[in-house]
């Protein structure tokens, strides 16, 4: 493991790191003024999910591991006989909550389903009496003591016991709710939620040597029998008595009388089973993950596990992996630099072999040159839809070969074009070529960093998957980045800019040049554009993507285009389900969710050094696009012209106007095609 440097490194210029007004901590069980303190907590639930391996779940409170739960969150929605004390929790679980439009609380209307999978893990780390990590939201109504943070991990608990109860509801139904109870698995240790001003003999003291609710292992005291009608042994839990507690049974909870909303509501557990203790099976995993370390033999730095958060050593954080290059805690800001390797040939190659044989069968299995002659048949595309996609026609630009796509709107009417640029070695291996941009840019700090996304500044935050640096005019979309002027921008960032300005005039001409003498509609692509004044770079690691959206900001000239280093990856393209409309005329599939949407006319990969051009500012209006990845490590370098006369406020034209500039030293890398 790199040792820690103290002070943040001077190219962090984007302010503070606390995001939440949590207090920096320092570890321990309590603080100075003595209040308590966990060993490891959170202030957003996606740090948890980061920095954790027990825990993932961006929504929902259960994580599982191969249908086994390994973590679970208690936070706002409580159930009456809720327990949270030193060592039992029991809650309910298996979801089924809905929300109450009047009240706008979540409430359940129906029973418990049986066969779900959540509850199947449940029982299955009953079970195998393994441990399950429990994480308290600052929400929860039962927590013994204030809580320090938005989020507290607990400690590891053993599932003791898994049932179905009856639980009133507050519209006066009863309905049928699984319940869990988790006992903690050290018992001879303390907890840390326990709540500090209690006497000797509460059940909520702080010392397990002079606290009833810290007791050692303790057999279960209470009637224990098996049902004379399914044979299936329960335990008494109520004080109103024993019964049977298989919900397949019919003697399932048998009473003298039948439960109602009182009877439900006034149900209680016995001393007997809340008291009872049992022995721990195993040793323990670490509950703490350690820093990761970044000098492991084989890895380059990109790979899926490089990319995850971590748990702060010093104060206990759970942070997430906010820039490219090195590992800063959002507490206290200390760092620790996680360097890019050089990302091996080997496996830039097998990538593109790889993505050669794959768009070479999508190709075969979406029909894409099915009764189409030889002479027009498409070598680039894995997905082509005839009856949208206007014929492409082939080019040669320079040294590339490239291949131009019309997009039409529902009409017919041609409302732009897409040009893929496609790379050879013999481009890639020149000096200051892609190689060389790639190697570059993969050991560089160019400012690469993960952006809010969504939910900005609350617990609920999300970060883009991908890096991102923009350099020139401000782009301003649904993320907030970080800008630089051109004339703080490498020379990579240069001569990617230069090999793009190229690739987007030789775009346009041969859209102008192939529109000559047609009939088009009003939103037809112009025969020119403007130069660009801005470039996003994003830095991909393993498995990231970008899912389907438009680049439609009204301040948007009517060219991008993006330069591809590194990995490989499928370009899509769809018309927008709603605002295209192409109705029934197109194949509707699924998208995120589940929800409908039109099935993709058009993908084509993008390999290491090729570029692509899409021109039209109607694209953006009808067509989204997306970028599926295949491999360890990727850049996209993209560019646009933002115009300063659609901006509304003076101070951001005169931002454009300075940082879009390109500087007089970059003429030199003036690029011509080869």
């Known amino acids: ?208 040597s002079h606290n009833s609710e810290y007791l050692s292992i303790e057999e279960f005291s209470g009637q224990s029998r098996h049902c004379v009608i399914c044979w299936q042994h329960s335990k008494e839990i109520f004080t109103v008595g024993w019964m049977c507690l298989n919900p397949g049974c019919a003697s399932y909870f048998h009473t003298h009388s039948p439960i109602t909303n009182a009877t439900a509501s006034s149900l209680a557990y016995t001393e007997a089973f809340l008291n009872q203790r049992n022995p721990l099976i195993g040793p323990l995993p670490k509950l703490k993950p350690s820093i990761p370390d970044l000098d492991t033999v084989g890895l380059h730095g990109t790979e899926s596990d490089s990319r995850c958060g971590f748990v702060c050593p010093d104060c206990g954080c759970c942070s997430r992996r906010l820039f490219w290059n090195r590992l800063v805690c959002e507490n206290c800001s200390r760092w620790w630099p996680a360097p890019m390797l050089p990302y091996p040939q080997a496996n830039l190659q097998a990538e593109a072999i790889y993505i050669d044989s794959l768009t070479t069968k999508r190709r075969i299995t979406n029909g894409v040159n099915a009764g189409v002659p030889e002479s027009a048949h498409d070598t680039f595309a894995c997905v082509l839809n005839r009856t949208c996609i206007q014929p492409a026609e082939g080019f040669v630009f320079g040294s590339y070969t490239a291949r131009q796509y019309f997009l039409p709107d529902a009409t017919g009417q041609v409302i732009g074009s897409f040009t893929l640029f496609v790379s050879n070695q013999n481009i890639n291996s020149r000096q200051h070529g892609p190689d060389d941009l790639f190697r570059e840019l993969s050991v560089t700090d160019i400012g690469l960093k993960r952006n809010p996304a969504a939910n900005v500044g609350s617990k609920h935050e999300g970060l883009t998957r991908h890096f991102q640096q923009n350099f020139g005019a401000r782009y301003k979309f649904g993320v907030s980045v970080q800008s630089k002027g051109f004339d703080e921008a490498p020379q990579a960032v240069l001569r990617a800019l230069h090999r793009l300005i190229w690739a987007s005039k030789c775009a346009v001409a041969a859209t102008a040049g192939r529109l000559a003498g047609q009939t088009v509609g009003p939103n037809a692509p112009p025969p020119t554009s403007n130069e660009f004044n801005e470039l996003l770079a994003l830095g991909f690691m393993e498995k990231d993507s970008i899912n389907y959206h438009d680049d439609g900001e009204t301040e948007l000239g009517p060219t991008v285009a993006a330069l591809s280093l590194g990995s490989p990856s499928i370009m899509k393209f769809r018309p ?99």
């Open 1 to 208: 493991m790199p040792s820690a440097i103290e002070n943040r490194p001077p190219t962090i210029t984007d302010g503070p790191f606390v995001i939440v007004g949590t207090p920096p901590s320092d570890g321990g069980n309590t603080s100075s003024t003595g209040q308590p303190r966990p060993e490891i907590w959170s202030n957003m639930r996606g740090g948890l999910c980061e920095a954790l391996p027990y825990y993932r779940a961006y929504k929902g409170s259960l994580h599982t591991k191969e249908v086994c739960a390994i973590g679970f969150l208690i936070d706002k929605e409580a159930d009456p006989r809720d327990v949270f004390s030193a060592q039992v929790v029991i809650c309910s679980a298996g979801g089924g909550r809905e929300l109450d439009r009047e009240t706008g609380s979540m409430v359940r209307r129906a029973d418990a389903v049986d066969d779900n999978t959540g509850i199947r893990a449940l029982k299955a780390a009953k079970e195998a009496r393994s441990v399950v990590a429990i994480i308290a939201g600052q929400n929860n109504p039962n927590y013994p003591c204030h809580p320090p943070h938005p989020y507290s991990v607990l400690d590891y608990f053993q599932i003791t016991d898994i049932w179905k109860e009856p639980q009133a509801q507050r519209n006066g139904n009863v309905v049928k709710v699984w319940r869990i109870r988790f006992e903690k698995a050290e018992l001879h240790t303390s907890s840390w939620w326990a709540p500090r001003n209690a006497k000797d003999g509460d059940n909520n003291a702080l010392s397990p």
């Open 576 to 674: 927008k389900l709603r605002k295209s409309g192409f109705g029934d005329m197109l194949p509707i599939g699924s998208g995120p969710g589940g929800k409908k949407a039109f099935k993709s006319v058009l993908e084509v990969p993008m390999k290491h050094g090729d570029m692509m051009v899409m021109h039209g500012q109607h694209i953006h209006r009808i067509y989204e696009h997306a970028v599926e990845p295949f491999g360890g490590r990727r850049f996209s370098m993209t560019s646009r012209y933002i115009d300063p006369g659609k901006m509304t406020l003076q101070a951001d034209k005169d931002d454009a106007a300075v940082k879009g500039a390109i500087p007089a030293h970059s003429q030199e890398f003036t690029y011509d095609g080869n």
